[in-house]
């Protein structure tokens, strides 16, 4: 049976489209890319090629003291945003799991005040809220935990979001990395690049 050339081109082109592989929207380096560039984490990188990794498990999380406002410490995120970041210092700690876990104030030019207590995992790049805070107007406050709290990626491109200034400037810097002591040193000293000189800060 004789084929016509048209019906030929047609066939190869539908042979043409079945070899083209499909690629998910975060590979392609959507809007929904991570630090690393997508939601691929160095943790999933770990758990594929080393049979060897043991598996990570999350150790149940204490919420702290409600913040004072004389142990907050300001960050500077980015002149894209008028809000105003504090760390709680008392709250920082390192869990048995390497999870960084903090409370973050973060205040508006109208006033409005957001309290939440948070982990982040340097190894893949994630951050969790645990809980939200209320002020009761006296200096003090009240928790309720997060009911739905997950392990979400940080947004690499993301100008105004502190976690991502938080990971790269102060919690998951190599130096600070697992240690307690160098990550409220870079708290106190406005983290590990100074905008201003456009450098490292010094120890």
Excluded at 57 to 82: C, D, G, H, M, W
Excluded at 87 to 101: H, M, N, T
Aim: proline share 4%.
């Amino acid at each position: 049976m004789r084929i016509t050339f048209a019906l030929f081109v047609l066939l190869a082109a539908f042979a043409l489209f079945l070899s083209v592989p499909i690629i998910p929207a975060h590979a392609a380096g959507g809007s929904e890319s991570s630090i690393w560039g997508d939601s691929y984490g160095l943790a999933d990188f770990e758990r594929d090629f080393d049979d060897d990794t043991k598996a990570w498990k999350e150790v149940q999380a204490s919420i702290p003291p409600y913040p004072k406002a004389e142990n907050l410490i300001p960050f500077e995120v980015s002149s894209a945003t008028r809000n105003k970041h504090f760390v709680d210092l008392p709250s920082v700690s390192i869990g048995a799991d390497g999870v960084v876990r903090y409370t973050v104030v973060v205040k508006s030019p109208a006033g409005a005040e957001t309290v939440s207590f948070e982990g982040m995992r340097c190894e893949s790049g994630e951050r969790k809220l645990y809980a939200f805070g209320r002020a009761d107007g006296q200096g003090g406050g009240e928790w309720s935990r997060n009911r739905y709290a997950r392990w979400d990626v940080i947004k690499g491109r993301q100008q105004t979001g502190y976690h991502r200034e938080l990971y790269f400037h102060y919690f998951c810097v190599v130096e600070s990395e697992g240690n307690l002591k160098t990550i409220h040193h870079l708290l106190k000293t406005g983290g590990l690049y100074d905008r201003r000189s456009g450098g490292l800060f010094s120890p």
